[in-house]
């Protein structure tokens, strides 16, 4: 029973500025969580859930066990803090996070394709020969350029003409042409 005396004690002598700091420090901990970035909510957060239990420490009354409380607050804070998380996780996988501007999924950027990656897409429909045998993975030439491609079928003999026929981000996809 004395547990759930201090459960209510905790909440019933707690100060302005120690409910300020926790419930401050919650928020910036959500931010962090649903918004990861350099660390400035979060470390700020947990500095101010910190500040708030050594003032809650500080201001305690005589019918407090201080030990007792600082454990419940620790515990309440953890519980908060992954149930957040766990959301955060869930909301994401489930899509519920895509359609809000906490989580971007477009870029400038074309799809599959980024700085690192070659474009190719200016090959669609082009003629080539195959320089090794592909299975399904080799080496083409296309207008005096050697590239890595993969084949549509399983195999294309070294020599024989190969036509390009789709690109996927850094892919080429090229078929056994005959001319």
């Not at 926790?22 to 901990?29: D, E, H, Q, R, Y």
């Not at 909301?91 to 474009?119: C, F, N, Q, Y």
């Not at 299975?135 to 003409?161: H, S």
Request: hydrophobic content about 50%; overall charge neutral.
């Amino acid at each position: 029973m004395e547990f759930f005396i201090q459960i209510g004690l905790l909440f019933a002598n707690m100060t302005w500025p120690v409910m300020v700091c926790l419930i401050v420090g919650l928020v910036f901990v959500m931010i962090e969580i649903f918004q990861p970035g350099f660390g400035v909510f979060g470390t700020i957060g947990l500095l101010l859930l910190v500040l708030g239990i050594v003032l809650r420490a500080v201001f305690s009354q005589e019918e407090d066990n201080i030990l007792a409380q600082i454990f419940i607050m620790l515990f309440f804070i953890s519980i908060i803090i992954i149930l957040a998380f766990i959301i955060m996780v869930k909301s994401s996988k489930m899509g519920w996070l895509s359609r809000t501007p906490l989580i971007e999924k477009s870029t400038a950027v074309s799809s599959g394709i980024s700085e690192g990656t070659h474009d190719y897409t200016r090959l669609k429909d082009k003629i080539g020969i195959a320089t090794t045998d592909m299975r399904p993975i080799g080496k083409i030439r296309i207008d005096d350029e050697i590239l890595d491609a993969q084949a549509e079928g399983f195999y294309i003999k070294k020599g024989e003409g190969v036509k390009v026929i789709e690109t996927r981000g850094g892919t080429i996809i090229v078929r056994r042409f005959e001319q």
